[in-house]
């Protein structure tokens, strides 16, 4: 049932700390002692039942009764940075930074716990890293574990002064985590190093030195892990990550997850369909199913039951974050850091989507202990501007709005499943939302920059009729190699066999087969083809263009004698003189030769230049050259002029014109395009995406396009 324990959050900023009351007020907190602003909290902690409120100044620690805000003791301890409760809040452990003692060879005792009942400091201890600092304990505080180097050491609550009760020490042993439950276990981490290969041991807590592993897995890439047990304690999710990915496709290492069960009856890695790293995980409360985001972006989220057998497929979308209300009951998945912010709600009964919010900038995420809330923060030094927390109710409503500068910390007060409210585990979810309070009107009209905001019912903006979209983006489809993968585009491959392939040019035309732009995928040395220009010759090329007159290098010669200076003829390749076949050119057999051949007379200009001049003005594609021979001479001696092809070559369309179309076909093309359009919008709608009023009402019209096709006379395109 559910017990006087209110519900309220907390947050921590540069000048401010407070705690706020429950909905729909949100009231802060009446009679609770804020710090000074010049004195700036460092930080704070509830303890795991609720009970107790704690937080660091500068030169004291306060502990707070936090129903009531109630200050129960006062510590003097400097420069603690770290606050943490024991489970039933019975001890308080602190951390600072370790100091070298001057004259001792002491260590400096850094880690001490405390009795919140006496404020007795009851142990001490040297804890040179801040991760993983504080001591874990049972749920029922019987004992308490610690890692030092590579032995774990065990510990009686009840009795500090007697030291360690029982160790054990792994060779290598990285990370140490101890179960929740009544039969409690220690999960140790050794980490992959110097060939030999990373393992994870699962021991029994009561029987820590004299019993073997329970359970034990051997496995390769692995330098990290990340360990999280089930609320019943019975399996282990374990995450591992390497520094550097060998394969090149990750910049962040690669990732594997592995189920172990305490009892050592099953183990399995977690088979993943969709190839990139694994954003998040997440166990269910009910300790029989778990979630996972993984895969490139848009990343996929799948449920697995106990056994790693996959239970639902929520799809592709960009998203990181995946997260169960405290019942079990709702779903959050959502993107933050580098993407948008998008949370969507799932109902787990029905796994159908509730609402999608829109909390943009969010670095900080949690469900509220009666379920039916969302707190998302904006915190320093993640982003630095724009820091405050949204409430939003679980249907998608925005209820309250905590604008704070410079805020570096906020969460929910801790409350036991049993002590709230009971949340519907069938039928409807949520019933009727709560009234917004006044902070949200006012954030939306600065958002407006002071400007009246319609709200609806239910505390969101009206939005207006529809976005803006320039006449030349209407009515357009979007490419599918331009669209996201759940949006009904190409899969991403981290390979890049999706890019767009480079066979063309700068050109609007194709090149012609067998040009060096086609040759070269469109990169070679083709230039830019300007539709209607003539063609260029074979061996001719934008940048060493051939000559049209006498004077060009075709025409410098003028025929005189064996030594004239004509230059024309083919011009050298190469060193050796040879073309393509292997053959010496004719025109490098020397440069009297070339002049007879090419230039005879300084007639070499005005030969070619006849050969542009075709009849229609334009250079031809090809010359025949069948019964000519080298050797062939015409009446007077000369080598005969080449004859081009007579063919007429039509100048080319630029594309895009629609000349050849009448009037009709053009409006029975715009009409088919109008079709598709609207065939895109129903696959959207199909998908669950929410379409803009503009976009409702262009598929509205479906019929009336249809009927103007038929009074055409042209069927509709399918």
């Given at each position: 049932m559910a017990?006087?324990?209110?519900?309220?959050?907390?947050?921590?900023?540069?000048?401010?700390?407070?705690?706020?009351?429950?909905?729909?007020?949100?009231?802060?907190?009446?009679?609770?002692?804020?710090?000074?602003?010049?004195?700036?909290?460092?930080?704070?902690?509830?303890?795991?039942?609720?009970?107790?409120?704690?937080?660091?100044?500068?030169?004291?620690?306060?502990?707070?009764?936090?129903?009531?805000?109630?200050?129960l003791s006062e510590l003097a301890l400097p420069n603690i940075?770290?606050?943490?409760?024991?489970?039933?809040?019975?001890?308080?452990?602190?951390?600072?930074?370790?100091?070298?003692?001057?004259?001792?060879?002491?260590?400096?005792?850094?880690?001490?716990?405390?009795?919140?009942?006496?404020?007795?400091?009851?142990?001490?201890?040297?804890?040179?890293?801040?991760?993983?600092?504080?001591?874990?304990?049972?749920?029922?505080?019987?004992?308490?574990?610690?890692?030092?180097?590579?032995?774990?050491?065990?510990?009686?609550?009840?009795?500090?002064?007697?030291?360690?009760?029982?160790?054990?020490?792994?060779?290598?042993?990285?990370?140490?985590?101890?179960?929740?439950?009544?039969?409690?276990?220690?999960?140790?981490?050794?980490?992959?190093?110097?060939?030999?290969?990373?393992?994870?041991?699962?021991?029994?807590?009561?029987?820590?030195?004299?019993?073997?592993?329970?359970?034990?897995?051997?496995?390769?890439?692995?330098?990290?892990?990340?360990?999280?047990?089930?609320?019943?304690?019975?399996?282990?999710?374990?995450?591992?990550?390497?520094?550097?990915?060998?394969?090149?496709?990750?910049?962040?290492?690669?990732?594997?997850?592995?189920?172990?069960?305490?009892?050592?009856?099953?183990?399995?890695?977690?088979?993943?369909?969709?190839?990139?790293?694994?954003?998040?995980?997440?166990?269910?409360?009910?300790?029989k199913e778990f979630g996972v985001v993984y895969g490139y972006m848009p990343a996929k989220t799948v449920l697995f039951d106990q056994r790693v057998k996959a239970v639902y497929d929520f799809g592709s979308?960009?998203?990181?974050y995946i997260s169960f209300n405290p019942q079990a009951r709702l779903l959050a998945l959502a993107g933050f850091g580098n993407l948008a912010g998008k949370i969507d709600v799932f109902d787990r009964r029905t796994l159908n989507k509730l609402c999608t919010i829109d909390a943009p900038n969010?670095?900080?995420?949690?469900?509220?202990?009666?379920?039916?809330?969302?707190?998302?923060?904006?915190?320093?030094?993640?982003?630095?501007?724009?820091?405050?927390?949204?409430?939003?109710?679980?249907?998608?409503?925005?209820?309250?709005?905590?604008?704070?500068?410079?805020?570096?910390?906020?969460?929910?007060?801790?409350?036991?499943?049993?002590?709230?409210?009971?949340?519907?585990?069938?039928?409807?979810?949520?019933?009727?939302?709560?009234?917004?309070?006044?902070?949200?009107?006012?954030?939306?009209?600065?958002?407006?920059?002071?400007?009246?905001?319609?709200?609806?019912?239910?505390?969101?903006?009206?939005?207006?009729?529809?976005?803006?979209?320039?006449?030349g983006a209407r009515g357009n489809a979007t490419p599918a190699i331009f669209k996201r993968e759940d949006e009904g585009g190409y899969s991403r491959s981290p390979s890049g066999q999706n890019t767009p392939s480079r066979g063309y040019s700068r050109s609007p035309a194709p090149p012609p087969p067998g040009s060096a732009a086609s040759s070269m995928n469109g990169q070679g040395r083709g230039g830019r083809y300007v539709p209607g220009a003539p063609q260029p010759l074979k061996n001719e090329t934008p940048s060493r263009p051939a000559s049209s007159g006498p004077s060009g290098p075709q025409g410098q010669g003028q025929g005189q004698g064996p030594q004239g200076q004509g230059q024309g003829g083919s011009r050298k390749r190469n060193k050796g003189g040879k073309n393509r076949d292997g053959k010496p050119e004719e025109g490098s057999q020397g440069q009297g030769q070339g002049g007879q051949k090419n230039g005879q007379n300084g007639n070499g200009g005005q030969q070619r230049q006849q050969q542009y001049q075709n009849g229609n003005g334009k250079k031809p594609t090809s010359i025949d050259l069948s019964g000519i021979s080298s050797k062939a001479t015409n009446t007077n001696g000369k080598t005969p002029m080449l004859t081009p092809l007579d063919t007429t070559i039509s100048t080319p369309v630029t594309p895009g014109l629609d000349s050849a179309l009448d009037p009709i076909a053009k409006k029975v093309r715009n009409l088919n395009k109008k079709l598709k359009a609207i065939e895109e919008l129903k696959e959207k709608s199909k998908r669950g995406e929410r379409l803009e009023a503009t976009q409702m009402k262009k598929m509205e019209g479906e019929v009336e396009i249809k009927k103007e096709l038929a009074a055409l006379g042209v069927p509709a395109e399918s």
């Open positions: 017990s006087q324990i209110s519900q309220q959050y907390a947050y921590r900023a540069q000048k401010s700390l407070a705690l706020i009351g429950p909905s729909p007020t949100f009231d802060p907190i009446p009679g609770f002692i804020a710090p000074e602003p010049d004195a700036a909290a460092r930080t704070y902690a509830y303890s795991a039942d609720g009970r107790l409120y704690a937080y660091a100044l500068p030169g004291c620690v306060r502990i707070f009764q936090a129903e009531g805000a109630q200050l940075i770290e606050l943490s409760f024991s489970p039933r809040g019975t001890y308080l452990s602190t951390w600072e930074r370790p100091l070298k003692l001057d004259g001792s060879a002491q260590q400096h005792k850094n880690l001490r716990i405390f009795s919140v009942s006496t404020s007795d400091e009851l142990v001490s201890f040297t804890q040179k890293s801040q991760e993983g600092w504080d001591v874990q304990y049972t749920i029922t505080e019987s004992h308490a574990i610690r890692l030092v180097g590579q032995e774990i050491q065990v510990f009686r609550p009840t009795e500090w002064g007697k030291g360690v009760v029982d160790k054990l020490k792994v060779e290598g042993a990285s990370k140490a985590s101890l179960s929740p439950g009544l039969n409690p276990s220690v999960a140790i981490f050794v980490g992959e190093k110097k060939g030999a290969p990373a393992s994870i041991k699962i021991y029994a807590l009561l029987s820590l030195s004299t019993s073997t592993p329970t359970c034990q897995k051997s496995f390769f890439k692995a330098d990290r892990s990340t360990l999280k047990w089930n609320a019943l304690g019975t399996q282990l999710l374990l995450l591992t990550q390497t520094d550097v990915d060998n394969t090149n496709k990750s910049y962040y290492g690669e990732t594997s997850l592995y189920l172990l069960s305490a009892a050592g009856n099953f183990d399995c890695r977690v088979t993943l369909d969709k190839e990139g790293p694994i954003h998040d995980f997440s166990w269910s409360p009910n300790s979308a960009p998203q990181n969010t670095s900080y995420c949690e469900w509220s202990p009666d379920g039916r809330f969302l707190l998302t923060a904006t915190l320093s030094p993640r982003l630095r501007v724009d820091n405050g927390i949204k409430i939003w109710y679980c249907t998608g409503q925005l209820v309250h709005v905590q604008l704070v500068e410079e805020m570096y910390q906020a969460s929910w007060r801790p409350i036991p499943v049993d002590n709230v409210a009971p949340f519907p585990n069938q039928g409807p979810i949520g019933g009727t939302p709560p009234t917004p309070s006044s902070s949200v009107a006012e954030y939306y009209q600065q958002q407006k920059g002071g400007s009246t905001t319609t709200l609806s019912g239910d505390g969101t903006p009206v939005k207006p009729a529809g976005a803006y979209r320039p006449p």
